[in-house]
């Protein structure tokens, strides 16, 4: 019997994240607010579940399905837009049984403004939404927490953005903390595979120029430009290493792999 996997947040990650783990042969289940989401994702041979949000409850139309049984949730909803984001993550986590396996999609930015490498262990920010939201997922029986650097991959890059500023730009000298779409899902994929538990990864390349070297690459590489950068800042490099010790992960995404983030 094929597990299933239920997805909470449709986005950038989530889409690929579901079409992925379909092809592996998992049920999927993935939430939309929208009507004419719901209607994509069932055209996709999945099951749509609709999403309803008031400042800190969560309601669940089932839609199609016959309950919010599922072998494991993934959520992957920002906290972008919420009035009181760690309620609603536990909201939704209080919805499905509580010997699901969930996996949660956090990010490196909880980790404190700090100089030098940072592991999993490192000092986080305590009023961060997310880090009161993963405090939440850490009372599960069955959680893996993964925290993601700054998202690179088909149609998203940094440097559209970056290439839009006022010259010279700042934080030259700071270190990048990225991570390629597909290593992500590759990490989801190995963690439920595994069955892996009660662990927190983070998931960051190991490369990591400084802002000055990576970005006047990518700026010539997509835009035929070179950017002009103070030479100043420093900042955190994002130890990313943990989760390879565990099953055999490897990073296989270069962050210099430009073609890969057309």
């Not at 889409?15 to 999927?28: N, Q, R, T, V």
């Not at 839609?63 to 599922?70: A, G, I, R, Y």
């Not at 597909?182 to 390349?205: P, W």
């Not at 989760?243 to 792999?257: D, R, V």
Request: hydrophobic share 40%; net charge positive.
């Amino acid at each position: 019997m094929k597990e299933k996997i239920t997805i909470i947040g449709g986005g950038w990650i989530g889409i690929p994240l579901a079409e992925s783990l379909y092809k592996e042969g998992f049920d999927l289940v993935m939430s939309s607010r929208k009507v004419d989401k719901q209607v994509f994702i069932k055209n996709k041979g999945w099951s749509p579940i609709g999403l309803e949000f008031t400042e800190a409850f969560v309601s669940i139309n089932l839609l199609d399905n016959k309950s919010l049984k599922t072998d494991v949730l993934i959520i992957g909803l920002p906290p972008t837009g919420f009035v009181n984001y760690p309620a609603i993550i536990s909201s939704l986590l209080a919805s499905f049984p509580s010997k699901t396996q969930v996996i949660f999609l956090s990010s490196t930015s909880v980790y404190l403004d700090t100089i030098g490498l940072l592991n999993e262990a490192s000092p986080r920010k305590i009023n961060h939404p997310l880090v009161q939201a993963e405090e939440h997922v850490l009372k599960q029986k069955k959680y893996c927490v993964l925290r993601l650097g700054g998202l690179i991959g088909p149609g998203r890059h940094p440097i559209n953005q970056l290439i839009k500023k006022e010259m010279p730009i700042s934080d030259g000298e700071t270190p990048v903390n990225l991570i390629h779409q597909a290593d992500v899902i590759r990490a989801v994929s190995m963690v439920i595979n595994q069955k892996i538990t009660g662990e927190t990864f983070n998931l960051c390349s190991p490369e990591h120029p400084t802002r000055k070297v990576y970005y006047n690459k990518a700026a010539n590489h997509f835009y035929d430009k070179e950017l002009s950068f103070i030479a100043d800042g420093n900042g955190k490099i994002i130890d990313g290493s943990a989760i390879e010790n565990w099953g055999g992960f490897c990073y296989n995404f270069s962050i210099y792999n430009f073609e890969q983030s057309k």
